[in-house]
């Protein structure tokens, strides 16, 4: 932040919180509203907790001069997606008990609950606690869940990612107790040194902070989109190391060409005993450089776009005290889930189970599940849901389950590489629609590729209510990113790996009109595509859009006019 910029309302809000408290505990116990003070309800988040409103009553409570329907959703912190059975049935508990009877499985790996009044948010977070589950630091201007490659088939190296992440997740956890004071003792914890924060401070980061661990090939995390990634090098069978990407962030603003989304850098190497410190310093630097005056500009990609990639590296190598050895070899082949059945080196079985849009309604089929009490429960960033460490003599009682809930259909090729955000109703920026519309759209897509022989061909689509892209669009073969209520923005061109950003194709295309842009293009490539050429690859070898040229960024408002 420049000495003539003065900082964001925010740094001021969190500078005064005294470590995040603010008046949420008081906020808690007035009766004459649904809702929290403006600057709790930026400090909520920092518990993990969002205020919300349900949009579709908006201008009927309007009309009536009511209190708008606040509700609140609040988010688990699960490094690496892993619940226990048991941690599966007390989430579900709080689902029924004190939300609105769903799930919502995240891009991040975890679980969100909505629907929650205030009168209940107390009851929810403390039915988690019991269960060993937190809400902390799963939004707010902090590191935020850590995810990580889902292959438990594979046990031994997802054990080591796995355990990345929780190691991750822990160590950048903030250290302040308001957590516990306001949700769980319900008074502040006394005794002990003065509070601190060793590595955020009193004002924390200046914006939210995002890392992913993959495994190659499987790049599920889409490691290239977060903050900070650690690509895991495999050799003989073993994690040396891992390649550190820095700068990946996917969110933008309509009609500001200064916001953008961007894939990370490939930096340098580390040792699996380094990776913990890289990631702490990489936070430092942000912290230490990140715009804390423009919260748009906020991010790692930014202040990696200001001070240049060379310079950022030097300060991080600085604060290491070492420099990061070279990258090493590595290659990504897909950023899907593979679905069904699969058994792992160790002779367990693994079920992967379509969720679509990670939204689970119907809640009697895995709860069958989860009572059998064996295994665990992994959720995908592509919010599926694997149930994981199936003992073989059990593997057949779980099919039947699966198949008495209707939990094993099939999935086309197109829909079960589908990602939404949540967007309307509760989402407050939500331009338009994505979780309850992308289902009907995949269902008309699904029509014009079975008309060409494609229908169970692999394809990536992602559709985001706004252009914060929750979902990451930018990544996907198909983006679509609302604009306004019933249009979007609709992107081709991404690479099936995760490692390249699509570009703009058609702006301001509804239902019909992005089925109309589409149907052409699914047949041209099922007559013309070359022996295992992606659709993404496709789009760009016939030039309906034109390659990427600015390396790991784009513009989108300034993309070149798309080919008719």
Not at 364 to 372: C, P
Not at 459 to 479: H, S, V
Request: with cysteine.
């Amino acid at each position: 932040m420049s000495a003539d910029r003065p900082p964001s309302p925010n740094e001021a809000i969190k500078t005064n919180s005294r470590f995040l408290r603010g008046t949420i505990a008081d906020g808690l116990t007035r009766v004459e509203t649904g809702s929290l003070s403006d600057d709790d309800q930026q400090l909520t988040k920092f518990h993990g907790i969002y205020v919300q409103d349900d949009r579709d009553l908006r201008a009927e409570r309007g009309r009536k001069k009511m209190e708008k329907a606040f509700i609140f959703m609040a988010r688990l912190r699960v490094p690496g997606g892993v619940l226990t059975p048991q941690q599966w049935l007390a989430a579900e508990r709080v689902a029924l008990e004190r939300g609105n009877a769903t799930l919502r499985l995240t891009t991040r790996q975890t679980i969100q609950f909505h629907g929650i009044i205030k009168t209940n948010l107390r009851h929810a977070i403390r039915g988690l606690n019991d269960a060993m589950l937190d809400t902390i630091a799963a939004c707010g201007d902090v590191n935020r869940n850590v995810i990580a490659r889902v292959n438990p088939w594979q046990s031994r190296a997802h054990g080591k990612v796995s355990g990345l992440a929780r190691a991750l997740g822990a160590h950048l956890l903030p250290k302040s107790h308001a957590w516990h004071e306001i949700w769980i003792d319900g008074e502040k914890i006394t005794g002990g040194e003065e509070e601190d924060e060793p590595i955020y401070g009193r004002t924390y980061m200046p914006r939210k902070f995002k890392i992913a661990v993959a495994l190659p090939p499987h790049n599920d995390v889409d490691v290239f989109a977060h903050d900070l990634g650690f690509i895991a090098i495999e050799e003989a069978g073993r994690i040396v190391g891992y390649n550190v990407v820095a700068g990946g962030g996917m969110g933008m603003t309509h009609g500001e060409p200064d916001t953008f989304p961007r894939t990370g850098d490939v930096i340098g190497f580390c040792s699996p005993d380094q990776a913990v410190d890289v990631a702490e310093k990489v936070v430092t630097v942000q912290r230490d450089f990140g715009d804390r005056s423009d919260r748009k500009h906020a991010r790692l990609k930014y202040t990696i776009e200001r001070i240049g990639l060379d310079a950022f590296r030097v300060e991080l190598e600085q604060r290491l005290g070492h420099k990061l050895a070279p990258a090493r070899d590595f290659a990504f082949t897909d950023n899907g889930d593979r679905l069904g059945w699969v058994q792992g080196d160790d002779d367990a079985w693994h079920y992967t189970l379509f969720v679509e849009n990670g939204r689970v309604r119907d809640l009697a089929g895995l709860h069958a599940i989860a009572e059998l009490g064996i295994g665990r429960f992994i959720i995908t960033p592509n919010q599926n849901l694997v149930l994981a460490d199936i003992p073989a003599d059990r593997k057949a009682e779980v099919s039947t389950l699966l198949r008495t809930h209707r939990l094993d259909a099939p999935v086309g090729g197109l829909r079960r590489n589908a990602l939404a955000c949540v967007a309307l109703p509760t989402c407050g920026l939500a331009l338009a629609e994505s979780e309850r519309y992308l289902p009907d759209l995949l269902t008309l897509l699904e029509n014009e590729l079975e008309r060409v022989g494609l229908a169970d061909d692999d394809i990536t689509i992602r559709m985001t209510g706004c252009p914060n892209g929750c979902a990451r669009p930018y990544l996907a073969e198909i983006g679509l990113v609302g604009r306004s209520p019933g249009l979007y923005n609709l992107y081709l061109g991404g690479a099936f790996d995760g490692a390249r950003m699509n570009k703009l194709y058609r702006r301001d295309v509804g239902g019909d009109a992005i089925v109309a842009a589409l149907a052409p293009l699914f047949r041209d490539y099922a007559e013309h595509r070359t022996p295992g050429e992606r659709f993404g690859d496709y789009a760009i070898r016939a030039g309906h859009i034109r390659p990427t040229t600015a390396g790991n960024t784009f513009h989108a408002d300034l993309a070149p006019e798309p080919r008719s």
